[in-house]
């Protein structure tokens, strides 16, 4: 599986939208972008994930860039609750979840 | 429904002794998996099982030992605990794939344990 690299920490004013950009340079073609957060304490939560193309639900929206080398996670409106730990993962599809390995994330502090 | 449950949520042993950490998932998903977080760290896989009665070995399986003898619960035992071993250890599960829905991991509260 590829390797993914994120910014160690970031900030975001509430109701702000909070981008969490993440590269991922070597993904190959069957290979899909996963996010997840982790809650102070708590285990780990789906977010989103998608291939190709910009994907949203009623967490975040998922932008992936054309050539596949790096995502950004969108939060539209950033909340006090969603200080996380935020992990962008990249695998193929179907192979089972033992193949996610959790990188150390970007720690995402909101701020009132 | 309760998703995945661990049990028990904190323990503290001391150096030799034996634990095992139950996790239990009422969805079921046909694969489980057992990681160990420590500080400042992302998730290390353990063990994983992709059925009942199937087991194998993660990224950092020395010293632990599962097992999966009915789909819904998944043991991870400790033979002889080390201090090395402190850490706080999440259960996950997730659908096969023919099984549909997505394909992502669903995880317990995690169990903290401390090796004295």
């Known amino acids: 599986d590829a390797k993914t690299t994120q910014p160690t920490s970031m900030d975001c004013a509430e109701g702000r939208a909070a981008n969490l950009p993440c590269n991922h340079s070597t993904i190959s073609g069957n290979e899909y972008v996963y996010w997840y957060r982790q809650i102070h304490s708590q285990g780990p939560q789906y977010i989103i994930h998608g291939l190709k193309n910009n994907e949203t639900n009623e967490m975040a929206s998922l932008i992936i860039t054309e050539d596949r080398k790096s995502s950004t996670l969108i939060l539209p409106h950033a909340t006090l609750r969603d200080t996380a730990v935020y992990y962008c993962?990249?695998?193929?599809?179907?192979?089972?979840?033992?193949?996610?390995?959790f990188g150390a994330g970007t720690r995402l502090f909101v701020k009132a | 429904n309760a998703g995945v449950t661990q049990t028990p949520k904190f323990r503290v042993l001391k150096t030799g002794q034996s634990m095992t950490l139950l996790c239990a998932q009422d969805?079921?998903?046909?694969?489980m998996y057992w990681y160990r977080q420590d500080p400042g760290m992302g998730l290390r896989l353990i063990h994983y099982?992709?059925?009942?009665?199937?087991?194998a070995k993660g990224e950092v399986p020395d010293g632990y030992n599962v097992s999966r003898l009915k789909k819904q619960n998944f043991l991870l035992g400790l033979e002889s605990a080390a201090p090395s071993q402190t850490s706080v250890y999440f259960c996950a599960s997730s659908p096969h794939p023919i099984q549909g829905g997505l394909d992502t991991q669903y995880f317990g509260p995690g169990t903290r344990l401390t090796v004295l």
């Open positions: 099982s992709v059925g009942e009665g199937t087991t």
């Open positions: 969805m079921n998903h046909e694969y």
């Open positions: 993962i990249v695998r193929v599809l179907n192979t089972g979840g033992f193949k996610t390995i």
